[in-house]
């Protein structure tokens, strides 16, 4: 089994930045170690959960929702089996719960893999961003 546990969320002012990390442990039965996709989601209150980016960790990506691209940038450290997104010029509407998650999958799964196409879930880190 997959465990990811976020760190990193927090406030901060409109503008500002802030870097969010998913750290990976444990591993799924029969599937080579590196040949999974990992991504980010976030949920707004009363809204559904949006996917934000994601990357396959053999070489693949990254991929960002319009709404991020070129404000966000995820990365993956193998080595480390740690995820990571940094936010830049943070919007108020970029206010949610961050969840890191995992599958393991084709790079071409990944380009597409929405939430229900993920099995491993993190429990989920509050960013707020203020005026």
């Known amino acids: 089994q997959v465990q990811l546990v976020e760190s990193g969320g927090g406030s901060v002012q409109a503008g500002g930045s802030l870097r969010l990390s998913c750290a990976a442990s444990?591993?799924?039965?029969?599937?080579?170690?590196?040949?999974?996709?990992m991504g980010w989601f976030r949920q707004a209150p009363g809204k559904g959960r949006e996917r934000v980016a994601a990357i396959y960790v053999d070489g693949g990506g990254p991929y960002y929702a319009d709404s991020v691209k070129d404000r966000f940038t995820i990365s993956h450290d193998n080595a480390k089996r740690l995820l990571s997104l940094q936010m830049t010029s943070v919007k108020l509407e970029d206010t949610a719960v961050y969840y890191c998650?995992?599958?393991?999958?084709?790079?071409?799964?990944?380009?597409?893999?929405?939430?229900?196409?993920?099995?491993?879930w993190g429990q989920g880190t509050q960013v707020t961003v203020s005026s």
């Open positions: 998650a995992a599958e393991p999958s084709s790079r071409r799964y990944c380009t597409r893999a929405e939430e229900g196409d993920f099995s491993y």
């Open positions: 444990g591993y799924a039965g029969g599937y080579a170690p590196n040949s999974y996709c």
